[in-house]
C-alpha cells in the first residue's frame, strides 16, 4: 500500500512524459488502490476525481465529480475541512485532518491526509488520502468515557465533576448568579455490604444514582466520588428556600426502601451543601466544604441536609487534645448532669425535667456540648457518657420525686451511637432496676434521623423499649425527613416541637402553620406535646391556647445544676403547700 502511495504521488508531483489522457488515467487507476477514500480536488475544493472506494462508502454515484468536497463532509465539520485545506495551500505544505464523511450511518471517522501537486498542465491541485479512522475513534471514546466516568453506575466521576464545576464557576462569575454543590452519602450501606454482600450492594448504588439522576435537572450534574458517596452540582441554586427543596427531594428518594434480589432494604442518606461563592470560589474547597457539611449531617443524626458552616471545616488542633482530656474528665469526674424543667403549659407545674450532660474542664471553663458530643460519638465515648447519664438521671428523679411529694418524669437524650449499641437494653434494664423508677417515669428523646438509619432496627428496639414501659419522645420533630408513616409505626408517646418554630411565634404564619399542624397531628395520634425554646409569654399563650400540653424553655427555667433545680422545686412545693403541710416541712 505504502508502495502505491509513494508511486501515485512521484507521478503527480512531475510532468507525464506519455500523452495526457494516458498520463491522467493511469494517474486515477493508482489512486483507486491508494486507501480507503481518494480525492482530487481544485484548491477551491471541487471534486476533479473520486475512487470507486469513496462512492461505495458514501453510497454516492460517480457523479460526485464537479461537487464540492463540502458536500460530503458531515455538517459539523465542516468548518474543519475548511481550515485544513485553507492551511495547506497557503502554507503549502501537507497536512492531516479528521473528520465525519457524509456515510449512510453519519458516524464513521477518516483521517485525511491533504497534500498539493501540480497536473499534467502545471495547475496545482489538492490530493486528498483518507483511512477509516471508525474503530479508533470508538476505542478512544470508551477510554476517554472509562476516565471520566464510574464503571458502576456510569456517572461522572472526580476528574469529570472538577471540569464541571470549573466550567459552572466561569458562568457563576460572568453571570453573577450562585449555586450550590450537594454531597450526598448514603447512611446504612456498610450493613448492606458486610450483610448481604457486594453485589447487592453494587444493585442499591446503580439504584440510587437512577433515583438521584432522575430527582435532579438536566442541567445538574451528578458524580459518584468514591464508595457510597455522590456529589451533585446544581446551577443556579443557591437561596436557603431553593436548596431544602432539592435536598428533600434528594433525601425523600433515598429514603424509599430499595427492593433487590427479594430483599427490602432502607438505606437513606445525610446531605451537606456548601454555596458559591459564600463557603468556596473553588472547585476543590467547594466539594470539601460540602464533604464537611454531610459529615457534620451524620455526626448529628443523619437523614438530614446541613448547609456549610465554617464550624464544620472540622475540630480545630487543640480538639486532639481535647479528646484524650475526655477520658481523663472521665476518670475525674468533670462530667456533671444539668436538668430544664418541663412545665405544665396549663398550671405551671413542674412535670419532669429533661436531663442535658455538660463538661466543666479545669482549664477551658464550660465546654459546650457542640464540642465534646461529636468527638465522644466518634471515638464511642458516648457509650460510656450516655450509660452514666441514664443511670444518674434516674437516680437524681428519686431525689427530685422526694423533695416535690408527687411523681415527676425524667427525660435524657440518647445519641444516634448509643441507640445502635447492642448493650443499650442491658444499660436501659441497669439504670431502671437500680434507681427503682418505674418504666413510664421515664422518657427517652430521640430524634428522627436516628430512627431513619434503619427502621427496621428501630423498630425492634422500640417495642422492647416500650415493653419496660419507658416513654420515647422524638425530639427536635419537624426539622428531619422522617415519613409521618412512622409515627404510627413505632411506640411513640410525646413529640417536641424544636425551638426554630417557636422562636418567632406569634408573628410568623409560617412557623404558626407547623405549630398548629403538629399540634393536630399529635391530638388525633393521642400524642404528648412538648413546645421547645418558650421564652415569652406571648409564645405561651399561643401554643396554650392550641392545645399544648408542656413547655419547656426559659420562660419557665433554664437548665440547672441539681442542687438549684432541688431548690426551685422545693420552693414551688412549699409555696404550694397547705399551712399544716408547711409546718410539718417547717419541723
Known amino acids: 500500500m505504502q508502495k502505491l502511495k509513494d508511486q501515485t504521488e512521484t507521478m503527480l508531483s512531475s510532468p507525464a512524459s506519455v500523452p495526457e489522457r494516458e498520463h491522467r488515467n493511469e494517474i486515477d487507476r493508482l489512486l483507486e488502490e491508494a486507501g480507503d477514500i481518494v480525492f482530487r480536488t481544485t484548491l477551491l475544493g471541487q471534486i476533479l476525481f473520486a475512487s470507486q472506494r469513496s462512492a461505495t462508502l458514501l453510497a454516492a454515484p460517480r457523479e460526485l465529480e464537479g461537487q464540492m468536497l463540502a458536500g460530503v463532509v458531515a455538517d459539523s465539520d465542516q468548518p474543519v475541512l475548511k481550515t485544513a485545506l485553507a492551511g495547506v495551500v497557503q502554507a503549502q505544505a501537507a497536512s492531516k485532518v479528521e473528520l465525519r464523511l457524509r456515510t449512510p450511518d453519519l458516524d464513521t471517522w477518516f483521517e485525511l491526509r491533504v497534500s498539493l501537486y501540480r497536473n499534467a498542465e502545471g495547475a496545482q491541485e489538492l490530493l486528498l488520502v483518507g483511512r477509516d479512522m471508525t474503530t479508533q475513534h470508538a476505542t478512544e471514546e470508551r477510554l476517554r468515557h472509562m476516565a471520566t466516568h464510574d464503571a458502576l453506575t456510569e456517572l461522572p466521576n472526580r476528574l469529570l465533576l472538577s471540569d464541571r464545576i470549573r466550567m459552572v464557576i466561569a458562568h457563576a462569575r460572568r453571570s453573577g448568579q450562585g449555586f450550590a454543590v450537594a454531597t450526598i452519602g448514603l447512611d446504612s450501606f456498610k450493613k448492606v455490604n458486610d450483610g448481604l454482600g457486594h ?128 477520658f481523663q474528665a472521665v476518670r475525674e469526674g468533670e462530667f456533671m448532669l444539668y436538668y430544664q424543667p418541663i412545665v405544665n403549659a396549663v398550671t405551671r407545674d413542674i412535670e419532669g425535667f429533661e436531663t442535658l450532660m455538660r463538661w466543666k474542664h479545669p482549664t477551658l471553663g464550660m465546654v459546650p456540648p457542640a464540642r465534646f458530643v461529636p468527638i465522644a460519638e466518634t471515638n464511642g465515648l458516648i457509650n460510656l457518657l450516655g450509660a452514666w447519664a441514664l443511670k444518674s438521671a434516674c437516680v437524681q428523679l428519686k431525689q427530685f420525686q422526694e423533695v416535690a411529694r408527687r411523681p415527676l418524669y425524667i427525660s435524657v437524650n440518647i445519641s444516634p451511637r448509643q441507640f445502635r449499641n447492642d448493650k443499650f437494653l442491658d444499660v436501659l434494664d441497669d439504670a431502671i432496676t437500680f434507681s427503682g423508677l418505674a418504666g413510664e417515669q421515664l422518657v427517652l428523646e430521640i430524634t428522627e434521623g436516628t430512627l431513619m438509619i434503619d427502621p427496621v432496627h428501630a423498630e425492634s428496639i422500640l417495642s422492647k423499649m416500650a415493653e ?93 445544676a441539681a442542687n438549684v433545680a432541688l431548690a426551685a422545686l422545693k420552693e414551688r412545693t412549699y409555696a404550694n403547700l397547705r399551712p399544716e403541710e408547711q409546718r410539718q416541712v417547717q419541723q
Open 199 to 326: 453485589p447487592v450492594g453494587d444493585a442499591v448504588l446503580r439504584e440510587a444514582a437512577a433515583r438521584l439522576r432522575k430527582t435532579l435537572r438536566d442541567s445538574d450534574t451528578l458524580a459518584r466520588v468514591g464508595g457510597d458517596e455522590f456529589v451533585a452540582v446544581l446551577p443556579g441554586t443557591a437561596s436557603e428556600a431553593q436548596i431544602k427543596l432539592v435536598t428533600g427531594r434528594l433525601l425523600a428518594t433515598l429514603q424509599s426502601p430499595f427492593e433487590v434480589e427479594g430483599h427490602t432494604i432502607y438505606v437513606g442518606a445525610s446531605v451537606g451543601v456548601s454555596v458559591y461563592p459564600q463557603h468556596a470560589e473553588d472547585e476543590v474547597r467547594l466539594v470539601a466544604n460540602a464533604d464537611a457539611a454531610m459529615s457534620r449531617a451524620k455526626e448529628t443524626g443523619k437523614a438530614r441536609c446541613v448547609v456549610y458552616s465554617p464550624r464544620h471545616s472540622g475540630p480545630p488542633e487543640h480538639d486532639i487534645s481535647l479528646e484524650a482530656a475526655m
Open 468 to 560: 419496660r414501659k419507658a416513654r420515647i419522645a422524638i425530639d427536635d420533630f419537624g426539622t428531619g425527613y422522617s415519613s409521618l408513616a412512622y409515627l404510627k409505626r413505632f411506640p411513640i408517646s410525646v413529640l417536641k416541637i424544636d425551638r426554630a418554630f417557636i422562636r418567632d411565634l406569634p408573628g410568623s404564619e409560617k412557623d404558626g402553620a407547623i405549630c398548629n399542624a403538629v399540634l393536630d397531628l399529635a391530638k388525633h395520634l393521642n400524642l404528648s406535646v412538648v413546645a421547645e425554646g418558650v421564652e415569652t409569654d406571648e409564645q405561651l399563650r399561643y401554643v396554650q391556647e392550641r392545645g399544648c400540653h408542656y413547655i419547656q424553655g426559659y420562660l419557665t427555667g433554664k437548665p440547672m
